[in-house]
């Protein structure tokens, strides 16, 4: 039963860098069926996804629009996980962050295998 | 904000149907892009509840359908029951600002 195990902080100062990381068991980060993915949620925007990082033999990153030029994936194949970055962070990013497995269907990807969740604040 | 508009809400009494409608455009259910759904309990995790538009992963029970057509989808519950409470979100591709994945606004289903 593959599980996604998050870490990272509760609490960033603004403009500060918000940093997590999700641990795979029972999957590989550098599967080529799989992508891995974060997505947050708050009570006011709801579910956003922000991106997502895949191997298909090299490692391919795909950011959110509006959040593109503050993001950052990254992979570590050896630790079998990915982490977020995001930086210059505001009141608005505060959220439940997520990491998610990615698995397609026909025409898009749905997420099977979601992380617990972590509430990061954004706040001095 | 998302791109795919759910009801705010929905309710019905226990065995009635509920249905609940995801609204999208040409540049994502209407492109032909395939919808999911997920169903969250107030302070756990989203589940998934179908992929591909209308298939149900091993473990959903066949009261959950949904269907897809032009540039909405909508899931249906049948035989409602007390456990189903819960809120229930859209998710699929849109094409538009260099891609994403996209979810509905969420819609709360309530048994009276």
């Known amino acids: 039963q593959a599980q996604l195990q998050q870490s990272g902080p509760g609490q960033v100062e603004p403009s500060q860098t918000l940093s997590l990381t999700c641990v795979i068991s029972g999957d590989s980060v550098s599967s080529n069926r799989a992508t891995w993915n974060w997505i947050r949620q708050t009570p006011s925007r709801g579910l956003e996804w922000l991106g997502r990082a895949y191997y298909r033999s090299k490692w391919y990153y795909d950011y959110l629009f509006s959040v593109k030029s503050r993001i950052t994936f990254s992979a570590e194949t050896s630790k079998n996980q990915f982490s977020l970055h995001l930086s210059s962070v505001i009141p608005e990013d505060t959220a439940v962050y997520y990491c998610a497995r990615g698995s397609v269907t026909g025409t898009s990807w749905f997420f099977d295998l979601w992380g617990r969740g972590t509430l990061v604040t954004v706040s001095s | 904000q998302s791109v795919l508009t759910q009801p705010p809400s929905v309710s019905g009494a226990p065995g009635q149907r509920v249905t609940i409608s995801c609204s999208g455009s040409?540049?994502?259910?209407?492109?032909?892009?395939?919808v999911h759904w997920y169903q969250q309990f107030p302070g756990i995790v989203p589940k998934l509840l179908i992929y591909?538009?209308?298939n149900r992963p091993s473990g959903v029970p066949d009261r959950f359908f949904a269907s897809k057509s032009g540039t909405s989808a909508s899931l249906a519950i049948t035989g409602l029951q007390a456990e189903d409470e819960a809120d229930y979100y859209c998710q699929s591709y849109d094409s538009s600002l260099g891609g994403s994945s996209v979810f509905g606004t969420g819609t709360k289903v309530t048994v009276l």
């Open positions: 040409s540049s994502n259910i209407g492109a032909g892009y395939d």
């Open positions: 591909g538009n209308t």
